[in-house]
């Protein structure tokens, strides 16, 4: 896919503007937002563009400014600013409020140093959202800097480069710790833009497996919600679906349950059941026929209230059926 196709492929994967809708593009002049602001143009959007000009590199901060008049088209925004990366970036975002949805530059290159910035400073992974609350969108996270370099020269784009990105914690981060990490490991880069993508558990979830975790009960279980349990026996750890009504057929792993019996209900094999009427343990059961215990707990069981009243494939019961894929 070309640059353009994996840009237009992300806005409608992910809802971020509408086919053919208005959005306007904060620009600095450099490689990224200049791409980015070509890129929705020829996308056939209804592009506008805003520079901030916070006048922070005197001549240098002027000639960004014009660039982005002259050639991009830009209204240019004088905002004085001072204070850091993030006081600067929420004065852009503040300036331009109001001005429906704003488009940012921000590539999988700046996803890749926020999740290393946030990991050192605040000891998580969480990266750049493609869509703010506020209504700004990152139509480029899918692309790498040297991807929107590669457009701009391919299109004849000139663009401005920030001679005070190496004073930076990104300038640092770009220029000295990213280089060694590739040194450890070619992937790095890539292994850090999957950190970025991970998603947190609900916080419910969370605190019930660590609860789980943290408990100094030999075996636990916890229902954590959507038909689904969490299952702890000593030093192990699985998830298992909690009890399902076996009304009519229920498929449970590789197995079709069927019965018309009341009452009864399919799930996973727990420490302690035995066979209903009998002092016979299922774990017992599980031996003689010669089950693998790394299957036991995906084994389904068929039961009366604690009581189980068939194990499929094992042990046969009136009035309910089995069948195993093979």
């Known amino acids: 896919m070309t640059p353009a196709e994996r840009v237009e492929a992300s806005i409608r ?24 602001w070509h890129v929705l143009c020829a996308l056939g959007y209804e592009v506008a563009a805003v520079h901030v000009n ?14 982005c008049r002259d050639v991009l088209g830009a209204e240019v925004i004088e905002a004085n600013g001072e204070g850091s990366e993030a006081a600067l970036r929420d004065t852009r975002y503040r300036v331009t409020a109001g001005r429906g949805l704003r488009a940012t530059g921000h590539t999988a290159s700046d996803q890749v140093e926020t999740v290393l910035y946030r ?38 784009l000139e663009f401005r480069l920030d001679s005070s990105n190496p004073g930076t ?3 640092l981060i770009r220029a000295e710790i990213l280089p060694l990490l590739r040194r450890l ?18 916080r419910r979830v969370e605190e019930a497996l660590l609860s789980l975790l943290a408990s100094r009960v030999g075996s636990k279980r ?24 076996l009304v009519g057929a229920v498929s449970w792993g590789a197995w079709t349950i069927e019965s018309d019996l009341p009452g009864l209900h ?11 009427g009998r002092r016979v343990k299922v774990q017992d059961v599980f031996v003689d026929a010669k089950v693998p215990r790394s299957e036991r707990e995906a084994w389904p069981l068929v039961v009366r209230g604690d009581e189980v009243v068939a194990v499929p494939g094992i042990v046969e019961a009136p009035g309910i059926t089995a069948r195993r894929q093979p």
Do not use: K, M
């Open 169 to 171: 914690s990104r300038g």
């Open 222 to 245: 916890i229902d954590l919600g959507a038909g689904l349990q969490a299952v702890r026996e000593y030093d192990r750890v699985w998830l298992e679906p909690g009890p399902v009504a």
């Open 119 to 156: 990991l050192v400073s605040r000891g998580d992974t969480g990266g750049i959202e493609r869509r703010r609350a506020d209504g700004v969108v990152r139509p480029l996270l899918d692309l790498w800097r040297e991807d929107t370099e590669a457009y701009c020269r391919e299109h004849g």
């Open 13 to 36: 994967e992910h809802d971020l503007i509408e086919p053919g809708g208005a959005v306007t593009c904060l620009v600095s002049g450099g490689a990224d937002s200049t791409c980015l």
């Open 54 to 67: 916070h006048g922070l590199r005197g001549d240098e901060s002027e000639a960004d400014a014009r660039f």
């Open 266 to 276: 399919v799930r996973g094999w727990r420490a302690g059941d035995r066979l209903a």
């Open 185 to 202: 490991h070619p992937s790095a880069d890539t292994n850090l833009l999957h950190a970025a993508g991970e998603r947190r558990l609900p």
